[in-house]
Every structure is written in C-alpha cells, then in structure tokens.
C-alpha cells in the first residue's frame, strides 16, 4: 500500500528542501526530543528519540540534490502501523517561488487497515510539513 501529502508551500523549494534533506537534523520538529547519527550520506542512520520510546531508526536509502529526492526506511523500532516502510520525498519549483512537496510512504499495512493507515501516515506528514513551515516562519 501507498500512502501520501502532497502539498504547496510559500517558501522556495530550495528552502525547503535545503531543511529535510539535512538527514541528521530535525532540530525544526517539535515532536523529536533528540536525534543521534551513525554514518554519513546514503546509508546513514538516525536514531530519533521522542519521549520514553525507544529510538526509530532511519536508514537514508537515497538522496538527490539534482532532483530534491530522498528516499528512507526504517530500521528498528518502526513506529508505524506500515511493515516493510519505505519513505519518499520529492521537492518541485511550482509558480510564485513555491513549491510542491510530496511525502509519502509504502509499505504493509499491520494490525489496522489500509484505510486507516493511511489517515496515519496522512496526519503524520501533515504534521511534519506543518513544522516545516512554522520553522521557516520563524526565520
């Protein structure tokens, strides 16, 4: 199954993208207490820490500044009703210096349905992009 946000933002794609795709720092996520890297560039991990849970861990599986394309999986302790998830963000030039981010994700839905899962993830990147943009309105 795919689940996925796809949403225009007032802010450069260069902007935008120059923040996710710092792989090792989500200091812009109020939601991430702490996040701890092993390893540098495609391949790396991050361990993010949210409260009393034990860390999820995030493998980048590819990225491309060329394009504003990074791909990731997570390794341990998977937060989320999806098995086997694989991460996508795209980044697009849209008119008016804005841009179109697209966050999604795929994988197998586990203990709840596809619908359900899908709210999930939906509500989840939301809220990310939603960080997004309080971060850089406070630039």
């Not at 697209?102 to 709840?112: L, P, V």
Request: proline share 4%; with cysteine; aromatic share 8%.
């Amino acid at each position: 199954m795919e689940a996925s946000v796809i949403r225009e933002l007032a802010y450069s794609a260069e902007a935008v993208w120059g923040l996710i795709s710092n792989f090792g720092n989500r200091d812009w996520s109020p939601s991430i207490d702490k996040v701890v890297m092993e390893g540098e560039g495609v391949g790396a991990v991050r361990y993010m820490y949210v409260g009393d849970r034990p860390p999820c861990a995030e493998r980048l599986e590819a990225l491309d500044h060329s394009t504003m394309h990074m791909t990731y999986s997570i390794v341990e302790n998977n937060p989320l009703p999806l098995d086997n998830f694989l991460g996508s963000v795209q980044v697009k030039t849209i008119e008016n210096s804005n841009c179109q981010v697209n966050w999604g994700a795929s994988g197998s839905a586990s203990g709840k349905t596809e619908a359900e899962v899908t709210t999930i993830m939906q509500a989840t990147y939301n809220g990310i992009l939603d960080a997004v943009e309080t971060h850089l309105n406070s630039l």
